[in-house]
């Protein structure tokens, strides 16, 4: 597609919930990150991957928190036994190879909203 | 580690004036690239302006500029004839250069200035 695209748009859950979220990079981008972004916080990294390399996954809040990237394209953001606080838009980006302009293209989030 | 800082949680301007938007960082870093993002109620953050350290001209991209002060580590935004479609959340941003090893890539944000822009 011509941007990156996330899903669901908007998710509610109750507490204790398993939830995926989706996102699918710009055609050729190599470089994928997500972040989460709270009310009044900014955002946070959580995970970023490039290529085959192995993901950097320093930002990732806690063991509750998984990602995966599947033949170098679609990324999932799993959040096991969802908690209120992790009530944000979970923010997805993505990266052309070989760049040293350091742009990100975003895709519009997916807003999780845990009960 | 790095860290940004906008001490500006919201700002308002009236349409067709000038606002500036404050951001200082703080980096061990001699050499980085610094950006600024808008995220309008859409939610999609899209890139306004980026700014190279080593560069000494201040980046320019209509009607917004940066006033780059690289010694006191401040990266403020100037947004000239403001428009209604400027309201939104404004990000300043710092990224370590592809080269520099560690955590490529890695925008650290700010918290974000609220900008509004009355008719």
């Known amino acids: 597609g011509a941007g990156v695209s996330q899903s669901p748009s908007n998710k509610v859950t109750e507490k204790g919930k398993d939830v995926e979220l989706r996102c699918d990079p710009i055609?050729?981008?190599?470089?994928l990150y997500w972040y989460r972004q709270s009310l009044g916080q900014g955002l946070e990294f959580l995970i970023y991957f490039q290529g085959n390399s192995a993901p950097d996954k320093s930002g990732l809040p806690s063991d509750r928190f998984s990602a995966e990237r599947t033949g170098g394209s679609v990324s999932t953001l799993t959040i096991q036994r969802t908690q209120q606080e992790d009530s944000a838009v979970y923010l997805c980006?993505?990266?052309?190879?070989?760049?040293?302009?350091?742009?990100?293209?975003f895709g519009e989030g997916s807003r999780l909203t845990v009960l | 580690a790095q860290t940004v800082t906008q001490s500006q949680p919201e700002m308002s301007v009236q349409e067709a004036e000038t606002v500036t938007l404050s951001c200082t960082y703080d980096?061990?870093?001699?050499?980085?690239?610094l950006f600024w993002y808008k995220q309008p109620p859409s939610r999609q953050m899209i890139l306004v302006i980026r700014?190279?350290?080593?560069?000494?001209q201040n980046a320019t991209e209509n009607r917004f500029s940066v006033n780059f002060q690289k010694a006191a580590k401040s990266f403020s935004l100037k947004i000239s004839d403001s428009q209604l479609g400027d309201t939104a959340m404004y990000f300043c941003a710092f990224m370590k250069p592809w080269n520099s090893g560690g955590s490529n890539y890695k925008l650290t944000f700010g918290k974000g200035t609220l900008l509004t822009v009355n008719p």
């Open positions: 980006a993505s990266s052309p190879p070989g760049t040293t302009t350091g742009e990100l293209f």
């Open positions: 980096t061990s870093e001699n050499n980085y690239y």
């Open positions: 700014q190279e350290a080593y560069k000494q």
């Open positions: 055609s050729g981008h190599t470089a």
